[in-house]
């Protein structure tokens, strides 16, 4: 890739970000310097800064950080970069033009967070089980993942088996959930990622609003042969 399509790539994921930022924000999908945003590049990362209010957001001091994590330029990088790297490596797999990973403190996942109630599974304890159809299809299953303080590697390193043990049974995730933090959200661009953040909420807050039955196997069957559906 030449320099001129390197700088160009680089700016608009500058801009996407911020985009994306603001509208979460306005929406109340992030609130005061909650969250973060980042993006995987051909030469590198980048990531919101520390304490940034995703709502406003400048991008030129969005943090660009080489292959190796290694900070070039921008504000402070968001302490959250050594999961958000992890999530990219991780996703090779089966996903591997993954290229935005979004973390929120969203109301209604956290609310549901709280209540501990675990759905239990195959695979590991989940937070969501599959009420409505486009939670199906545009998000998938979205491992719980215990409580650990801000930043600690032992959340990384849950997150990344968790996405590990799916992929050995053929299952692409798309989000996890953080207890009493909020979800990381990922896919192959910021609007992507951010579409998904939407419905995860929104399924997170219809569970908290009714007590809906799952759909069962033969109805999640029907959505796996007609829409190629992952479940």
């Given at each position: 890739?030449?320099?001129?399509?390197?700088?160009?790539?680089?700016?608009?994921?500058?801009?996407?970000?911020?985009?994306?930022?603001?509208?979460?924000?306005?929406?109340?999908?992030?609130?005061?310097?909650?969250?973060?945003?980042?993006?995987?590049?051909?030469?590198?990362?980048?990531?919101?800064?520390?304490?940034?209010?995703?709502?406003?957001?400048?991008?030129?001091?969005?943090?660009?950080?080489?292959?190796?994590?290694?900070?070039?330029?921008?504000?402070?990088?968001?302490?959250?970069?050594?999961?958000?790297?992890?999530?990219?490596?991780?996703?090779?797999?089966?996903?591997?033009?993954?290229?935005?990973?979004?973390?929120?403190?969203?109301?209604?996942?956290?609310?549901?967070?709280?209540?501990?109630?675990?759905?239990?599974?195959?695979?590991?304890?989940?937070?969501?089980?599959?009420?409505?159809?486009?939670?199906?299809?545009?998000?998938?299953?979205?491992?719980?993942?215990?409580?650990?303080?801000?930043?600690?590697?032992?959340?990384a390193d849950a997150?990344?088996?968790?996405?590990?043990?799916?992929a050995d049974h053929?299952?692409?995730?798309?989000?996890?959930?953080?207890?009493?933090?909020?979800?990381?959200?990922?896919?192959?661009?910021?609007?992507?990622?951010?579409?998904?953040?939407?419905?995860?909420?929104?399924?997170?807050?219809?569970?908290?609003?009714?007590?809906?039955?799952?759909?069962?196997?033969?109805?999640?069957?029907?959505?796996?042969?007609?829409?190629?559906?992952?479940?």
């Amino acid at each position: 890739m030449s320099q001129v399509h390197v700088h160009t790539a680089m700016n608009q994921a500058r801009e996407d970000m911020c985009r994306v930022g603001r509208s979460l924000f306005e929406r109340g999908y992030v609130h005061a310097t909650a969250g973060n945003i980042s993006m995987r590049l051909a030469e590198g990362f980048l990531i919101t800064p520390t304490d940034a209010c995703l709502g406003f957001l400048d991008p030129n001091d969005l943090a660009h950080l080489d292959a190796n994590g290694v900070q070039l330029s921008g504000a402070r990088a968001s302490k959250t970069l050594g999961l958000h790297r992890r999530i990219y490596s991780a996703t090779q797999k089966l996903s591997p033009a993954t290229a935005c990973v979004i973390h929120s403190h969203s109301t209604h996942l956290v609310a549901l967070s709280l209540q501990n109630t675990v759905l239990q599974t195959a695979w590991g304890p989940e937070l969501l089980a599959p009420i409505t159809p486009y939670f199906v299809m545009k998000v998938g299953h979205v491992p719980l993942i215990a409580y650990h303080k801000p930043g600690d590697v032992a959340s990384a390193d849950a997150v990344e088996h968790a996405i590990q043990r799916y992929a050995d049974h053929d299952l692409a995730l798309h989000a996890v959930m953080l207890s009493r933090l909020g979800p990381n959200v990922w896919h192959d661009s910021p609007a992507q990622a951010m579409a998904t953040l939407e419905e995860l909420e929104e399924t997170a807050r219809l569970s908290l609003l009714t007590q809906a039955e799952p759909l069962d196997d033969s109805r999640i069957e029907e959505l796996r042969q007609t829409f190629g559906a992952h479940w």
